[in-house]
């Protein structure tokens, strides 16, 4: 049997590779649904996951696979399920369930070119928002866009440890390319990777709250069978989990939930800066448009256009503070994403005014050539 | 069994009800109406939970969204409130990470059956282990009375003012048609039956599932001229206890008789000894 961490040289594709990092993080459930282009996560789950210890299942829709990974974690069992824009969709109400009850979860979107059915085997990033929002209510959410297999590897781990250090879901938007791309991937040994676990409760089981919230706003959790009696709920609800239907415990349950994320935002985020230091333009990017961005900023350099690029690893939430800081000495930003125009408008309103914003997308379908962003950057 | 912890509670402590160890006491009074059917049905869960001897530390109770769903919040266990139809999917999760849970599903008709439909018939398919208990009020109590997919043909609801065109699931049929291995249907008036079903129910192996008729009479009784008490008439005048019983036969209509009844049991593999059997390396090795 195949141990849970493949230490090694691979050659494979985003999408297994996705699975690798989540086997490797510790993942020990996986409640699926087939849809392109993320199926071969659930292929690779379901033919590992057992070897592991652990359990997949193929559930009846979206809707019932969500429910089932949220229900997992309550069991105290670190879960995940992986889907596309349609599935997406499905999922976001049960989505919005694991933020109330603080459910750690990690959820795969290999997106897909939408709306509606769309162009299910060619790739795109315009579920951007709906990851940002697409539940109802006022939330946070973290979101990690791996670049490549490799970054897909370990952006998994990150997910899930941010999704118990923070007991919160997460959200690995990657796409179709870098889902459907084989690549040289690397996995360490077993003891170089650092896993997190959830907080724990300590002291006795009676006088347990299940949202309490701990020094970092995050309450420990217990799970079931651990005899805590703990009741959870989508309503809102105080920290012993009880629902109270009143304005003020509305107002303390979300603006704690918002905070947790937005005062760890600098534990949470990770973004790389390329070729930033003596920039005038400043390419904006994500997931495998990123790849096609730092081409096409060293071909500009090779013109003699001063391009850097800020890749961004965690897009939500959203590193607002360090596009500002940009704003002030770039002449520009340039967004690469294969969407019209979503983390590009929110540059544009982090940026403030400093500095012009222009969008290199389209609707989705296929790659942005390094081509079309040299024409931008020369054009600035 | 439950005459014995009802005596042995009310020797300890006047004030204290039987079922207190097993309900969140802080939060009563409950939200349900006067004459509502639920509070019946919740305290013969209970009761059976207690008759069944199930180790309550590793029992959990999941709910959807509904008057009937609010079951999960009072129960002292770990009890889940989740969102509307998603209660049997939850729970499977929930029983699959932890397999040493015994995993009770409580919620309504319109939870289970019209939203959640497909999760409870794919749930009997794989003979998941879990109890399901349905609260059949015939009618959405919590949001005003609509029509449901358990609504008698020509019942009116706020949503079929002149009459429901449309007929009802039976669902102890649709249970057995779906590959449930216990089904049986009872009413809030037949409290001893109730509770020995539903304790047999939960000690079963596989998914059961028992329907509970039981009364809303702000919503449904009062749009279809029934009084509280005349509901309870009904359960008791037209019901016809056949255990056993054809399930092509199991009429629930006021005028072919309502046929409660332990109706079907059946010993296969469980899901989760299915899953074991199947895909866990271990039992793999031993078979080969
Ligand atoms: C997704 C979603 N749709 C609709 C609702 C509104 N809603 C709440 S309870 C309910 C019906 C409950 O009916 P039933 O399950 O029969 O329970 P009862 O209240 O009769 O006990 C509906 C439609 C909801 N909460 N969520
Ligand atoms: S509305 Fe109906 S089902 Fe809901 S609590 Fe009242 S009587 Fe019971």
Known sequence: MKPAVLTGEHYMTGDEAIAEGALAAGCLFFGAYPITPATEIAERMSQRLFGVGGTFIQMEDEIAAMAAVVGASCAGVKSMTATSGPGFSLMMENLGLAIVMETPCVVA?????????????????????????????????????????????????????????????????????VGHMSERVVIPKKSAITLEDRPRPKGRKDRYLPFEPGPNGVPPMAAAGEGCAVHMTGLTHDAKGYPVMTVECQEQMVTRLVNKILDNRHDIFSFKEYRLEDADVAVVSYGISARTARAAVDEARQEGIKAGMLKLDTVWPFCEEKIFELAQRVKAFVTVEINLGQIHLEVMRAARGKAPCVLVGHAGGALISPEQVKAALRSI | MTTKSNAQAIGEKQAQHPLDDLLRTDRIPHIWCPGCGIGTAFAATLTAIKDSGLDLGHTAMVSGIGCSGRGAGYAKLDSYHTTHGRAIPFATGLKLANPKLNVVVFSGDGDLFAIGGNHFIHAARRNMDLTVICVNNLNYGMTGGQVAAT??????????????????????????????????????????????????????????????????PINYGRRNKEKPLETLKLYEEKSIIKNNANPLEITLDAEKGIVLGNFYKESRPSCIESYDRTCRPDFLEQSS
């Open chain 1, 109 to 177: 979107n290999v997106q897909r070119a939408g709306p509606s059915t769309g162009l299910p085997t060619q790739g795109a990033q315009a579920d951007m928002m709906q990851a940002r929002w697409g539940s109802h209510g006022h939330y946070e959410i973290i979101a990690l866009a791996p670049e490549s297999a490799q970054e897909a590897f370990y952006e998994t781990i990150r997910a899930f440890n941010l999704a118990e250090k923070y007991r919160t879901p997460v959200l690995i938007m990657t796409d179709e390319l």
């Open chain 2, 151 to 216: 609504t008698p043909h020509l019942a009116k609801t706020t949503t079929t003012p002149v009459g429901n065109p449309e007929s009802p699931f039976n669902l102890p049929l649709l249970a057995y048609a779906s590959g449930a291995t216990f089904i049986a249907r009872w009413t809030i008036m037949h409290g001893r039956d109730m509770v020995e079903s539903l304790t047999e129910a939960l000690l079963h192996r596989g998914f059961s599932f028992v329907e509970i008729l039981s009364p809303c």
